[in-house]
């Protein structure tokens, strides 16, 4: 009898090299398992801007929610496609759907966000409160 020794964490790559970077880069890639669509964020002096890549989508498909100071989006789609031939009946179903969240700070103004969709991207403008907005002025030396 061998006794084989597997490593448990030390050396990963121990039995296969090729299957651990295979299979560690599926498990570790976050933006492949659990996390949705690419998102963009980005702050400008007036507002925040939150873009998400979701082609194929529909307006209606949609639903956009503030839960106190948590922005989230969610859509739900399902497709179903159906081809008949002579004796048989072929279905295909595809379902998608996806829900992020975003903690909004306290300087966003609950009440004027807006949503756009265009092209595949959903787009949440998230205006700042007056006081928020940064305020320049020329300061004089006495």
Known sequence: MTLVKFANGHNKRAVNPFFSDVFDSLINDSSIIGRGPA???AETENEFHIELAVPGLKKEDFKISL????LSVAADKKVENVEEGKKYSKREYS???FSRSFTLPE??????????YTDGILTLNVPKKEEAKIQSREITIK
């Open 95 to 97: 379902y998608n759907s």
């Open 67 to 70: 839960d106190k100071n948590v």
């Open 39 to 41: 998102v963009n964020i």
């Open 107 to 116: 300087s966003a103004d609950h009440a004027k966000i807006e949503a756009d």
